[in-house]
């Protein structure tokens, strides 16, 4: 996990103008433009609330009809324009793979504060935060808890790449390597000092699952690099011990520059190296 650039949003009150000047339906224009003012003045309070969104307060915006008009604008042409334009340099940043979790494919745009209970930050690019369609059914549209705490992380503006509280453990047995190696996933919250960030990233982990998560896509992260070795012509020790050690550190090393130390992928690459782990894989293959 690491954090994003935050997007460009210096055209985001001319995006809603144009947004307004499209609507064919005369209903939603209407309405669009009766809240215009109120939509500013909010993207303001975002932008003055960012690092505490929890603050930003309850909407005005309250009925269907309304909500409706605002939300009827995020569509397939909106979603295109800030993937090119606002959010461009955030998708670049994520290379397609989800912030949220680190391992799925981005396939959705999430409303970090929900549209349905805040529709005025529906197209604001702040409030926009690309990720797969598993983290997003999972988040759904909660935000903040009964005491107003927020329970995600905010990858704009969320410091939390300098902490390391992510650790995994492997064990397996030598006699079949493939079928016996096992996979956990630890989270040590109490290393993030910042009290409020640690429950925030303890119910971020906790809602989103990503620990048992993490144990599944990392069982399968060895079954392909088993694959990929047993694939080899010539199975000759030596050759297999060059694949599997670049496999290994190329992994991680790409994944440290990419994602960092609190990154699943890097972790087991790490730990994987760590233990010697190709040795086994020599005996199982060879």
Same mark, same amino acid.
């Given at each position: 996990?690491?954090?994003?650039?935050?997007?460009?949003?210096?055209?985001?009150?001319?995006?809603?103008?144009?947004?307004? %000047?499209?609507?064919?339906?005369?209903?939603?224009?209407?309405?669009? =433009?009766?809240?215009?003012?109120?939509?500013?003045?909010?993207?303001?309070?975002?932008?003055?609330?960012?690092?505490?969104?929890?603050?930003? $307060?309850?909407?005005? @915006?309250?009925?269907?009809?309304?909500?409706?008009? @605002?939300?009827?604008?995020? =569509?397939?042409?909106?979603?295109?324009?800030?993937?090119?334009?606002?959010?461009?340099?955030?998708?670049?940043?994520?290379?397609?793979?989800?912030?949220?979790? $680190?391992?799925?494919?981005?396939?959705?745009?999430?409303?970090?504060?929900?549209?349905?209970?805040?529709?005025?930050?529906?197209?604001?690019?702040?409030?926009?935060?690309?990720?797969? %369609?598993?983290? %997003?059914?999972?988040?759904?549209?909660?935000?903040?808890? $009964?005491?107003?705490?927020?329970?995600?992380?905010?990858?704009?503006?969320?410091?939390?790449?300098?902490?390391?509280?992510?650790?995994?453990?492997?064990?397996?047995?030598?006699?079949?390597?493939?079928?016996?190696?096992?996979?956990?996933? @630890?989270?040590?919250?109490?290393?993030?000092?910042?009290?409020?960030?640690?429950?925030?990233?303890?119910?971020?982990?906790?809602?989103?699952?990503?620990?048992?998560?993490?144990?599944?896509?990392?069982?399968?992260?060895?079954?392909?690099? @088993?694959?990929?070795?047993?694939?080899?012509? =010539?199975?000759?020790?030596?050759?297999?011990?060059?694949?599997?050690?670049?496999?290994?550190?190329?992994?991680?090393?790409?994944?440290?520059?990419?994602? $960092?130390? %609190?990154?699943?992928?890097?972790?087991?690459?790490?730990?994987?190296?760590?233990?010697?782990?190709?040795?086994?894989?020599?005996?199982?293959?060879?």
């Amino acid at each position: 996990m690491k954090n994003l650039s935050e997007p460009e949003n210096s055209e985001a009150i001319s995006a809603l103008d144009e947004t307004i %000047n499209r609507k064919r339906k005369e209903d939603y224009a209407k309405r669009l =433009n009766a809240y215009k003012s109120y939509i500013v003045n909010r993207y303001n309070t975002y932008e003055q609330e960012k690092k505490a969104l929890e603050n930003v $307060g309850a909407s005005k @915006i309250a009925s269907k009809e309304d909500k409706d008009a @605002i939300h009827s604008s995020f =569509n397939t042409a909106f979603k295109k324009k800030i993937k090119n334009d606002e959010l461009k340099k955030v998708y670049e940043e994520c290379e397609g793979i989800c912030p949220y979790c $680190g391992d799925g494919k981005i396939e959705e745009v999430d409303h970090y504060v929900p549209k349905e209970d805040y529709p005025e930050f529906t197209l604001y690019p702040n409030n926009l935060i690309p990720l797969c %369609n598993k983290c %997003n059914k999972k988040k759904g549209s909660k935000f903040i808890d $009964g005491q107003n705490r927020r329970q995600f992380i905010n990858f704009y503006y969320d410091n939390i790449g300098s902490v390391e509280f992510l650790s995994v453990e492997i064990s397996f047995n030598s006699m079949n390597i493939k079928k016996s190696t096992k996979i956990n996933y @630890i989270a040590d919250y109490s290393k993030i000092a910042d009290g409020y960030l640690r429950r925030i990233v303890q119910y971020h982990y906790q809602y989103l699952d990503l620990l048992c998560r993490y144990n599944e896509a990392a069982v399968y992260e060895i079954s392909e690099l @088993i694959a990929v070795l047993q694939s080899q012509p =010539n199975r000759d020790r030596n050759d297999i011990r060059i694949i599997a050690d670049g496999w290994i550190l190329g992994k991680r090393n790409n994944q440290m520059k990419k994602a $960092g130390k %609190n990154d699943w992928k890097y972790l087991l690459y790490e730990k994987l190296y760590a233990i010697n782990y190709v040795d086994e894989l020599i005996k199982y293959v060879c």
